[in-house]
Structure formats: structure tokens, C-alpha cells
């Protein structure tokens, strides 16, 4: 499919720029010029490339730059939303697991868990 690179470069240097995850909502509004309808389909291509990856904070998707990121797999902390790095060795050994199954996490994919702070936290209560 063919889009605006530009635009595309725009959405990826905000994604980076902000250190955490964004919505497109967010992403949309902060950008101005870039439609909400470029910025997803802009957002789903990048994903297909492994630029970025999506995980949900409630109902809406939050979009994170992982680009510079490339043989680790990523999570998402259900609690606090925070993006998580998974150690290559580890995420090496999650991929050979699930691979005995016949299985293999989708591109872009984040798992879904609690960071260690978080998990420390629920741990107290
Ligand atoms: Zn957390
Ligand atoms: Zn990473």
C-alpha cells in the first residue's frame, strides 16, 4: 500500500519523541496535519515492520516505538501501562516454548503481564 512518508516519519519521531506509549487519538491530535485515519493505517504498517508495538490500556490501543528493538519480545504491564523489554535470552526461550506447540506470537505482539513493580505491589496487598 502506498503512503506518505513524510507523515510516516512524523507519527514515528512523536511515537519515539514521547518515551512511552500513545494513542492515535493522541498521536493524531499532537501531529495536526496527519488525519486520524492516516495515523492508523500509518500505525499498522509500522507495526507489520516491527517499528512499533501495540498493547491496550483499558479499551484503547496504546502504540509504543520499538524500533531501535529487535530480538526481544515486549510486554505490557496490565496494571500501569508501562512498556516492557523482555530479556533476549528470555524471550528466546518463550519463542522455543510456544514454537513446541506449533504457536508463534503475532508480529508487533506484546504480552500482556505485570512489571515488577506492579507485581511487587499486588504481591503486598
Ligand atoms: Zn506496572
Ligand atoms: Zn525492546
Known amino acids: 500500500m502506498e503512503y506518505d512518508t513524510r507523515q510516516k516519519k512524523e507519527v514515528i ?5 514521547s518515551g512511552g506509549g500513545l494513542g492515535a487519538r493522541e498521536l493524531a491530535s499532537r501531529l495536526g496535519d496527519v488525519g486520524l485515519s492516516s495515523v492508523y493505517r500509518i500505525l499498522s504498517q509500522a507495526c507489520r515492520e516491527g517499528l ?4 491496550m490500556r ?3 490501543r496504546i502504540w509504543s516505538y520499538v524500533g531501535s528493538c ?8 496490565s496494571s500501569c501501562g508501562a512498556l516492557v523489554h523482555i530479556d533476549e535470552a528470555v524471550s528466546g526461550r518463550i519463542a522455543a516454548l ?3 506447540e506449533g504457536l508463534r506470537l503475532s508480529e508487533g505482539a ?10 511487587r505491589k499486588e504481591a503486598g496487598k
Open 58 to 60: 483499558g479499551r484503547e
Open 98 to 100: 510456544l514454537e513446541t
Open 110 to 119: 506484546m504480552i500482556s503481564l505485570l512489571c515488577p513493580e506492579c507485581s
Open 13 to 17: 519521531d512523536m511515537l519515539r519523541a
Open 52 to 55: 512499533v508495538a501495540v498493547s
Open 70 to 77: 529487535s530480538h526481544h519480545l515486549h510486554g505490557c504491564c
